[in-house]
């Protein structure tokens, strides 16, 4: 029996069809490393790791990787883009008002799309989209005091 191993970072990229260059490599790495990060923090981590590279080659990045479906991309109303690495689940995410703040959480039923539209009016859903907004601990905990 062979046990299995998981493939590299430049295999999923040709998995996704995509070419395999240091940054590419160093994007993917810096977005599942991170946590829910905005592209301003994954240039300055990725040149970290490569060097220089500019905040349009990050962003025509992140944009090839989206779309490969290798990471995922967050709008959270009045904030600016979040990229995430955790995919081809079905979770959603807590955001706090106050620090911005963002965090994973599980669907409550589990399977998608989570939410049943009252009316699809047509509409072949395949993906729902939740964000609980709220005050995190730290945030509850300043207020409160």
């Known amino acids: 029996m062979t046990a299995s191993r998981n493939p590299t970072t430049a295999e999923e990229l040709r998995g996704a069809g995509l070419r395999v260059t240091a940054a590419r490599v160093a994007l993917l790495e810096t977005v599942r490393d991170g ?5 301003e923090a994954i240039a300055s981590e990725v040149r970290g790791r490569v060097g220089h590279i500019s905040v349009q080659a990050v962003y ?5 990787l989206t779309a490969a479906g290798l990471i ?3 709008d959270p109303p009045n904030s600016p883009a979040l990229y995430e690495g955790r995919v081809g689940d079905n ?7 106050s ?5 994973d959480v599980d669907c409550a039923v589990g399977h998608a ?3 049943t539209a009252s009316d699809d009016r047509g509409f072949a859903v395949d993906e729902a989209e ?7 601990p730290a945030c509850s905990t300043a207020r409160s005091s």
């Open 60 to 64: 025509e990045g992140l944009h090839a």
């Open 99 to 103: 620090c911005g703040a963002v965090a």
């Open 72 to 74: 995922r991309r967050l």
């Open 113 to 115: 799309p989570c939410l």
């Open 130 to 136: 939740v964000i609980y907004w709220g005050l995190c």
């Open 91 to 97: 979770h959603h995410h807590l955001v706090c008002r």
């Open 35 to 39: 946590d829910h990060l905005g592209a």
